[in-house]
């Protein structure tokens, strides 16, 4: 599944880092891959070849694996008003939030019951649930908190490297203000942050490095 731009220049921005490329480096394999040099200028199927290019030399997206067959079909969220959601359809939510951002290996409804089956049966006797829908629930907001820990931690790995490269822009006072807002008032606090919160960071991050893209690497 594609994501969109700015989730693919934040996760270049990571693996740059991880790999430890330099800038020259950096420019001449995005020269080579696109005939570009800015990730701005690119479209999402060129940041998407950067991003395996990255992934063949060693940059690790995915932290987990995960278990049970692939399924095609993306969890099926309703389209209600917030009030009206079950917490059913909460977990669903956040399931499919994580797999935008790249973090699930396999995002469809299949592995999200394979999931929550390997989590519920320690709440069930070791009793496997067939389908979501059977799970209590008190079982599915144990499992929307432990998915909620999970994805803070992984969006909070990514701010911590991200607010790096953002410190080193030329934002405008209007920008600084909001990077100080949604980014600088948490450095080194991350994970104590809510998912909430680290989503306004990292939207906000993604859309900074790609205005800026040209300027940090030109």
């Given amino acids: ?40 200028a690119m479209n999402v199927n060129e940041l998407e070849k950067v991003l395996k290019h990255m992934q063949s030399k060693g940059f690790e997206i995915i932290t987990k694996k995960r278990s049970g067959k692939s399924g095609k079909n993306s969890p099926m969220t309703r389209d209600i008003d917030p009030e009206d959601k079950i917490p059913l359809d909460k977990l669903r939510q956040v399931w499919v939030a994580m797999s935008h951002r790249g973090y699930l290996r396999d995002g469809s409804e299949a592995a999200l019951l394979s999931w929550s089956n390997a989590q519920a049966k320690r709440m069930n006797k070791s009793v496997a649930i067939e389908r979501l829908e059977w799970l209590r629930e008190s079982m599915i907001h144990a499992l929307i908190e432990q998915l909620k820990s999970w994805y803070v931690r992984l969006m909070a790995k990514d701010m911590n490297e991200l607010a790096q490269d953002l410190k080193q822009l030329p934002l405008s006072d209007e920008e600084l203000f909001s990077a100080k807002r949604f980014v600088f008032c948490a450095v080194g606090m991350f994970g104590k942050c809510n998912v909430e919160q680290l989503e306004a960071a990292l939207n906000f991050t993604g859309q900074m490095l790609g205005k800026y893209e040209d300027v940090k690497n030109g």
């Avoid at 934040?10 to 696109?34: A, E, N």
């Fill in 1 to 40: 599944m594609k994501m969109n731009k700015s989730r693919y220049i934040q996760l270049i921005h990571i693996g740059k880092s991880q790999l430890g490329w330099g800038d020259d480096l950096y420019r001449s394999i995005l020269m080579k891959l696109t005939s570009k040099d800015s990730c701005k």
